[in-house]
Structures are given as structure tokens and as C-alpha cells.
């Protein structure tokens, strides 16, 4: 067993070792992604046992996305300090005790505290888990490995709506939380046994428990004044959270740009590409959250889906995402990120448009599966090469806090999008429950998703640049000429094809 402050020697993917802590971080941080999508499908299940609206099941959803995106800063900043292998373990930990509680739940209330737990536990994993892989593998088999966990984990996400529309046939919805308990005795059993303990030796000061907790207010507030205000009719009590969030994100940034050891390195966001490419993130994500929030109740509601026909009617997604995310990823090293930055979310939009044509008794093969098709291609395109563009442009010693700033937008922009979305497309109360109410209202979103994730594609295409290749000259018996340097000054961390990214984050 590795020891906590036991040099490490690097790994290669071809290795027992390498495959072992592959497994570890893609069940780990594919455990947090599933339970992202797999309530989903169980939503409309939820608000009937429990008898409540559309507001409830936002926050079902919203309270677990608050807390992860809350907290996530300081779940990447907490590994590279401590331990990136601890504070994994810890948030395994964490994230099965939380999921207990979640199936425990005698109403929404406590429901959704579990939930707010359950993405607590998931901040101090997922950053961990990419920067386990991105500093324990040798640069050779980074762009692989990473390649290979971003399509795993984003079959996580892909195939939740399948698990819980199966468990919603054989059970209660309770198991779709019982479910990540064994998954989590496996990933602290591998990861105690196999996998390496890394942390930032330079991390010195304490710990910004003040930044994050701001930031959990302060969404928190925001996410308040969003549910709450549509559905009660804009009353002094959202209005008041909604200037609360403001103040306090000020205080928050304010706070971050003076602390010496920020939860939010602020210097960060000097390199363009860094924040162009979690501008896009934000864009993709947002899209990508509404639309597997809404997806499984317009089959349900209004198609006539069982919940596992709603799950397994999503499955394309993910094959497609296992089959060619790796590839994907391989891909962006070798011609950098912009062309595919640029391509899938234009695939992701068009699919999203196709999903207008589903409607009462919709015919799977010729309604909803080319647009679960047109969606996983844009994905597998996209989510690969997504973070590349971000984590290229740091050094290795930031990767942990430079993961949990993607991860934290691409977490942020799906809370925003499930709090706004159904207002904006006319969706609230008990309208989930009514078939043409809802049809009227989820059209109208879909649009409005297609249209934030072309703005993604043509966002990428107009700020992401490609590294120069690095070019090595041929020696003479005189002179050896080195590489030469990359194309934008802020490139200035690992080169391209030693960090490909993340997350149906991920993000994704």
C-alpha cells in the first residue's frame, strides 16, 4: 500500500497499477455523476409518493448541484493540500452515508437535506479524481487515460436514466440511492490498496473554510430567489434572496482577491484560454443540465414512457459516449481542442431541436431515437477535448483547484439552468403532471437549449486557440534546437497532449 507521503513514481496506463486507479477514479467520480442524472428519471415517482410540485422537484435536483458546486473550490484546494487520495476517500465516505440518508427520507424536506449532504460529499471527490490521474501518470499517458476517464464517467451519466428507470420497475425509487453504497465500498477497497498519495508540497496556509462557505450562501440565496420566486409569485421573500446572492457573491470575490491563500485563485482567470474555456463549459453545461432534467418527465408525462422505456430511450447517449470518448480525447491532443469545441455542441443543439417532434404516444425509432443520436454524438465530440483547453494551461501542482473550477462551472451553470429554465419555457406548479401543459412547456425549452448550446459551439470557435505543435530540429554537430514555444502566451502549464480533461461534468 502506497503511503500518504511516499514519493511517487509515475504510472503508465498498461500497468495492474495504472488500470487499478483508473478504476478507483472513474467509479468514484462516476458514482457522484450517476446520481447527477439517475433521480431524474424518478422524479415524477418522487412528487407523486410524496405529494409535491414542481418546485419540490427542483429542489430535489437543485439542493445536491447548490452544495457541489459550492464546494467544490475547496474539495480540489482541501486535495492539493492534504492529499488527493485522502480527501477522495474522505468524500467516498461521505457521498454513501449521505446516499443512506437520501433513501431513508420520510418527506421532501429531509429528501432534500440528504441530497444537499449527498453533494457535499460529491465536492470532495470529483476534483480528486482527475487529479489523481493527472498527476500520478506518466505524460505519455495522460492524454489516454484522461481521454478514457471522461468517457467513462460520462456513461455515468448517461446511463442513469436506464438504472433508475429499471429500479423504478422492479422497486421504489429509494434504491436509486441504495444503489451507490456497494459502489462506494469498492472505490475506498481499490483506492486504499492501489492507488498513489499525491498533494502540492509548495501548499502552505490555511484553509478558505470563510470563501466557501460564502459561496454556498450565496448560491444558495440565488437558487432560493429562482425556484421560489416564479412559483410564488415573485413575493418579498425571493426578491430579498435574490439581493442577498448579489451582496454576497461581491463579498465572496472581494474577499477571494485579498485572501493569500484563496479557495478561488483569482490568477488564474489572467490566461484567455482558461477563461474561454470555462466560458464554454458554462454555456454546454447549462443546456445539458435542463435538458436531462425536463427529457425524462416529456417521456413520462407526455409520451407514455414507462420509467425504464424514459431510460432506456436516453441509452444511444450512452454507447456512443463509450465508444468514442476516448477517441475523442486522443484526437484533441494530437489537433488540439478547437474544431471539436466548436462541432459537438452544433450536434447537441440539433438534437435537442428534434426532441420538439416527441409528443403524445411518440414513436421511439423515428422521434426520440435520432435526436438521442444527434445528442451523444455532439457529447462524445464535445466532452473530451471540453477541459483540455483549461487544464493545458495550468501546472500539475494546480490541477486539483484548476479541476474543481471547471467542475464548479459546468456544476453552477446546470444549477442556474434547472432553477430558470422551466419559468422561462412556462413550466411550474403541478404542470409536470399535466400532459399538455407540459408538451407546450418543454418545446419551448428544448428551443431555448438548442439555442444556448449552439451559442457554446460558436463561442468555442471564436475564442479557443490550438497550441502550436511543439517542432524539434533535427542536430547538427554544433547546435540542438529546442521546442519551440506555443502559439499564445497563455499557455504556459502542461502542453495539450499531456491533459486532456474531464467531465460530463461532467461537467459533463
Not at 455515468?156 to 425509487?173: D, K, M, N, R
Not at 501548499?203 to 450562501?217: E, F, K, Q, V
Not at 453545461?285 to 436531462?292: C, E, V, W
Not at 428551443?447 to 542536430?475: D, H, K, Q, Y
Request: charged share 10%; net charge positive.
Amino acid at each position: 500500500m502506497w503511503g500518504f507521503d511516499r514519493p511517487v513514481d509515475t504510472l503508465r496506463l498498461g500497468t495492474p497499477r495504472g488500470r487499478w486507479v483508473l478504476l478507483a477514479t472513474v467509479l468514484g467520480s462516476g458514482m457522484a455523476q450517476l446520481d447527477g442524472t439517475v433521480v431524474n428519471v424518478a422524479l415524477p415517482r418522487i412528487g407523486t409518493d410524496l405529494s409535491v410540485g414542481l418546485s419540490s422537484l427542483q429542489w430535489v435536483i437543485t439542493s445536491y448541484t447548490l452544495t457541489l458546486a459550492a464546494f467544490l473550490l475547496l474539495g480540489g484546494g482541501l486535495g492539493d493540500r492534504y492529499g488527493r487520495r485522502k480527501i477522495f476517500m474522505i468524500g467516498v465516505t461521505w457521498f454513501a452515508i449521505a446516499s443512506a440518508l437520501c433513501a431513508a427520507a420520510p418527506n421532501a424536506t429531509l429528501l432534500i437535506l440528504a441530497r444537499a449532504l449527498q453533494g457535499v460529499g460529491g465536492a470532495l471527490l470529483t476534483p480528486g479524481s482527475l487529479a489523481i490521474l493527472q498527476t500520478s501518470f506518466d505524460r505519455e499517458d495522460r492524454g489516454r487515460v484522461i481521454g478514457a476517464w471522461s468517457g467513462l464517467t460520462g456513461v455515468a451519466s448517461a446511463v442513469g436514466p436506464f438504472v433508475g428507470g429499471w429500479l423504478l420497475t422492479v422497486s421504489t425509487w429509494r434504491w436509486i440511492f441504495l444503489l451507490n453504497l456497494p459502489l462506494a465500498v469498492a472505490v475506498l477497497v481499490v483506492s486504499s490498496r492501489h492507488v498513489p498519495e499525491t498533494r502540492d508540497e509548495s501548499a502552505t496556509g490555511g484553509t478558505d473554510w470563510a470563501g466557501g462557505i460564502l459561496a454556498a450562501a450565496a448560491l444558495g440565496a440565488l437558487t432560493f430567489g429562482l425556484i421560489e420566486g416564479p412559483a410564488g409569485g415573485w413575493q418579498p421573500g425571493p426578491i430579498f434572496a435574490l439581493l442577498l446572492a448579489v451582496v454576497l457573491i461581491a463579498v465572496f470575490f472581494t474577499l477571494e482577491a485579498r485572501r493569500a491563500n484563496p479557495m478561488l485563485p483569482l490568477a488564474l482567470f489572467r490566461s484567455r484560454q482558461f477563461d474561454a474555456a470555462n466560458a464554454v463549459t458554462f454555456a454546454m453545461y447549462g443546456a445539458l443540465a435542463a435538458f436531462l432534467f425536463l427529457v425524462p418527465v416529456q417521456l413520462q408525462t407526455v409520451g407514455g414512457y414507462t420509467p425504464l422505456a424514459s431510460g432506456v430511450a436516453l441509452l444511444p447517449l450512452t454507447v456512443l459516449m463509450l465508444l468514442l470518448s476516448a477517441r475523442s480525447g486522443a484526437l484533441a491532443a494530437r489537433i488540439g481542442p478547437r474544431l471539436q469545441m466548436s462541432v459537438g455542441p452544433l450536434f447537441v443543439a440539433a438534437g435537442m431541436l428534434l426532441l420538439t417532434r416527441v409528443g403524445p404516444g411518440a414513436n421511439y425509432l423515428t422521434e426520440v431515437l435520432p435526436a438521442a443520436v444527434m445528442v451523444g454524438l455532439g457529447l462524445s465530440t464535445t466532452v473530451a477535448p471540453l477541459t483540455a483547453a483549461a487544464l493545458s494551461t495550468v501546472p500539475s501542482e494546480n490541477a486539483g483547484i484548476a479541476s474543481g473550477i471547471n467542475n464548479d462551472v459546468a456544476r453552477t451553470a446546470g444549477l442556474l439552468s434547472v432553477a430558470v429554465l422551466p419559468a422561462l419555457a412556462g413550466i411550474s406548479g403541478e404542470q409536470y403532471q399535466d400532459p399538455i401543459a407540459f408538451n407546450a412547456g418543454f418545446d419551448r425549452a428544448a428551443m431555448i437549449c438548442a439555442g444556448l448550446a449552439a451559442f457554446a459551439g460558436l463561442l468555442a470557435a471564436l475564442t479557443i486557440r490550438n497550441p502550436r505543435r511543439t517542432v524539434t530540429v533535427a542536430p547538427d554537430p554544433v547546435v540542438v534546437a529546442g521546442p519551440a514555444r506555443p502559439s499564445c502566451a497563455a499557455l504556459d502549464g502542461a502542453p495539450l497532449a499531456a491533459t486532456v480533461p474531464p467531465t460530463v461534468q461532467g461537467t459533463a
